[in-house]
């Protein structure tokens, strides 16, 4: 059985961007099991038509990997999956990669204090076990009574089915969201008539994409210091919206503002406009960015149905009114399983639990990596790491100098292995949901999918994104239990663990 240093599930930008670190530190002991046929994570699976990043280019990049060649201001799905084809390249990585290759199972073997994996390539070990497959790798799928029965074409936007043609036919779109407003105006103007169902309107702001010139790809080029200017500023400009989504909800009227605006200027039909009116406060639910959503809206083949579904019979969905719709072809935008942790169920750790069973509905992580009971396990994207309004690679390589300095640590004390304990986790998880309690995201008056089954954000980083790199960067040892095979190495001094409770919540 082959063993390694370090297994890394996922070739996403967390994936990715774990295995880069490794070899630039010299690390070459480690593997990347991937799914897929290729590199990429979401941005491979995502390939619906209109399939964009929200997040500006220069910033929804590795900043060890800048790119001056990007032709838009927010890059396209092609484009995306590109860069990071590029990147493994580059970085050496694809010897390491193991392609259709997908996880089976992960135990924690306490007496030899390692990782044993299967595989759907077969069995292997691994001192460190990356957790990198991301938040955005499940499809949810919505709980309609019937909708496995229906006598037409059902697919989930994040498994578009490319070889079925929508021309002129009768499609029903289910869900709003950030996929839907992309991917409804593309095939808008092929279909014969389009039924919109809406739960909840979503906020929506101007987009600000436009091509890249070629004068800007040749200053880029020409200085890579200019573009980690732009980068930077990019950075800033969105990091300021924070204070809005927590302790000033005011501020959250200027943006309000705005998305009430571009609704009036591009929606004149006062009944439709009211149907596209949120009535919560804007960042409960992700913002979205469009310019074409409404106008899509407002074409005479296109419907918006805000009655909640109540089943699928046959060829039709029946509404909660009592109205039936005859549709051809159900379009999924219902997002993904963003709570529900896709490898928690495959996951074993000390004591013989899954994740799923230690977790109950409700994922918690110290530094929303590493969890109690689960010794060299490091989550990538895990609890409270998601952001409402900046770059989820930001959160990522912040994550991965955190891993390195685990790994460092490990090797300076001549461990086998660490796990945080469990008053730390506990201690961070309760700072985290003291400041979501008035946030936007919790209080906002909306249903979102930051709140898990319990009712607790466990997805969402309430604080700016640079706190959370100062506290990754800073390694505190009394937050963790080291292991030298199954067997603690020593129990930090009771005081220093003391002093540690309270620095958690800084």
Request: aromatic share 10%.
């Amino acid at each position: 059985m082959t063993h390694f240093k370090v297994a890394i599930v996922g070739a996403g930008f967390s994936g990715l961007g774990m295995a880069a670190r490794l070899k630039s530190e010299g690390i070459d002991d480690f593997v990347v099991l991937e799914r897929n046929e290729e590199v990429g994570g979401t941005w491979w699976d995502n390939t619906y038509p209109g399939c964009q990043c929200d997040v500006a280019s220069r910033l929804y990049s590795f900043s060890f990997a800048p790119n001056p060649d990007w032709s838009r201001t927010y890059s396209r799905q092609p484009e995306i999956r590109d860069y990071l084809r590029g990147c493994s390249e580059r970085f050496g990585l694809r010897p390491h990669i193991r392609f259709r290759c997908e996880l089976e199972s992960a135990a924690w073997d306490d007496d030899a204090g390692i990782w044993r994996l299967v595989t759907s390539n077969g069995d292997i070990t691994a001192q460190v076990l990356v957790a990198a497959a991301g938040p955005l790798s499940e499809p949810a799928l919505p709980d309609i009574a019937g909708l496995d029965g229906f006598e037409g074409k059902v697919f989930h936007s994040a498994r578009w089915d490319h070889e079925h043609d929508l021309s002129g036919e009768r499609v029903g779109v289910i869900g709003t969201g950030a996929s839907a407003i992309q991917f409804v105006p593309r095939i808008q103007p092929e279909v014969g008539q389009m039924h919109v169902f809406q739960r909840t309107p979503p906020w929506i702001l101007p987009h600000t994409d436009r091509p890249v010139t070629r004068l800007e790809r040749r200053l880029y080029r020409a200085s890579p210091r200019l573009q980690r200017l732009a980068r930077a500023g990019i950075y800033a400009s969105r990091e300021w919206l924070v204070l809005g989504l927590t302790h000033r909800r005011g501020l959250m009227r200027i943006p309000e503002r705005l998305a009430r605006r571009h609704l009036e200027r591009q929606v004149s039909d006062p009944e439709l406009r009211r149907k596209l009116t949120p009535d919560y406060t804007i960042g409960c639910k992700r913002i979205l960015l469009s310019n074409d959503w409404y106008p899509a809206l407002t074409e005479p083949n296109v419907e918006v149905v805000t009655d909640g579904i109540s089943e699928v019979r046959g060829s039709a969905v029946i509404t909660q009114a009592g109205e039936q719709v005859e549709l051809d072809t159900i379009i999924l935008g219902t997002g993904f399983r963003v709570t529900d942790f896709s490898a928690a169920d495959r996951l074993i750790g000390r004591d013989g639990r899954s994740l799923n069973e230690l977790w109950q509905g409700s994922p918690e992580a110290y530094l929303g990596t590493t969890i109690a009971g689960f010794p060299n396990l490091f989550v990538m994207l895990g609890p409270n790491t998601g952001l409402g309004h900046n770059s989820i690679v930001y959160m990522i390589e912040a994550q991965v100098a955190h891993v390195m300095r685990c790994l460092e640590a490990i090797d300076e004390r001549g461990a086998r292995a660490l796990e945080p304990r469990e008053e730390a986790q506990a201690r961070w998880t309760e700072g985290l949901q003291t400041d979501l309690a008035g946030s936007v995201w919790n209080a906002g008056g909306c249903r979102s999918w930051y709140i898990d089954r319990t009712g607790r954000n466990t997805t969402i980083w309430p604080r700016f994104t640079w706190q959370f790199r100062r506290s990754a960067r800073r390694f505190e040892p009394a937050a963790y239990r080291f292991l030298s095979g199954g067997r603690a190495l020593g129990e930090d001094p009771g005081d220093e663990r003391s002093e540690l409770v309270g620095r958690l919540a800084a």
